[in-house]
């Protein structure tokens, strides 16, 4: 059983649309993180969070604790925000569990 | 650019041979994470260290070890390569050892064991 689990694993949009990635983990966490991967494979890490809601332009990322559950909004969506993004999760132990990512293309 | 460098970029070599891949964090960056990244089983945390300690393991193999230098850089030793071995590896810095603090990614090192 994977510790997170992200849903689409494939999400395509027509430019302008609003865009929600999912990540859902089964482990105590002490942060949760959204990582994006363009296709030369660079990693970008987009958010961390703990508790509550971060905003940055047009990406929006929540995190439930209760529910064990996060999601990451993408609003106006572009073309050059097709990339795949991963959630990923770090413990007090410094131990750390991806999702296996959501692969977003984003059509003009 | 994140200010996190990996040498080299590219790496072709066979079974059975070591390698080596070398990671500098930014400037000021106490903490160095490696990572492992494969088509079949996505990233995977494989060690922490931290001002030249290991701090935390992850799935790191027993073939593979790592360490971090006074100068904070940091080797991650790759020995008795196998087909599997095949991934991207990925190495990230942070100012912290707490897993709560942003990472930088470097470019990667795409290793291919022929």
């Known amino acids: 059983k994977n510790e997170v689990e992200q849903s689409p694993q494939n999400l395509t949009a027509q430019e302008g649309e609003f865009i929600t990635i999912n990540c859902s983990y089964s482990?105590?966490?002490?942060?949760l993180h959204w990582l994006q991967q363009h296709p030369g494979g660079g990693i970008v890490s987009l958010f961390m969070?703990?508790?509550g809601k971060k905003k940055h332009g047009r990406l929006i990322a929540t995190i439930n604790i209760q529910e064990k559950h996060s999601s990451l909004h993408i609003t106006a969506s572009h073309p050059r925000d097709s990339a795949v993004y991963i959630c990923?999760?770090?413990?007090?132990?410094?131990?750390?569990?991806f999702g296996t990512g959501t692969s977003l293309t984003v059509i003009p | 650019d994140s200010g996190v460098t990996q040498t080299p970029k590219h790496l072709i070599t066979a079974t059975g041979q070591r390698v080596t891949l070398r990671c500098s964090p930014r400037?000021?960056?106490?903490?160095v994470y490696w990572y492992q990244q494969s088509l079949d089983q996505g990233l995977q945390f494989l060690i922490q260290?931290?001002?030249?300690?290991?701090?935390a393991k992850g799935n790191i193999l027993e073939r593979f070890s790592a360490q971090q230098f006074p100068d904070l850089h940091s080797e991650l030793n790759l020995s008795s390569l196998e087909l599997g071995d095949s991934a991207l590896y990925f190495c990230?810095?942070?100012?912290?050892?707490?897993?709560?603090?942003?990472?930088?990614f470097g470019p990667g090192t795409r290793l291919t064991v022929l």
């Open positions: 482990v105590g966490i002490s942060a």
């Open positions: 260290y931290y001002n030249g300690e290991e701090r």
């Open positions: 990923a999760v770090s413990n007090t132990g410094n131990q750390f569990y």
């Open positions: 969070l703990s508790s």
């Open positions: 990230a810095s942070s100012g912290l050892a707490v897993p709560y603090n942003e990472q930088f």
């Open positions: 400037s000021g960056d106490l903490s």
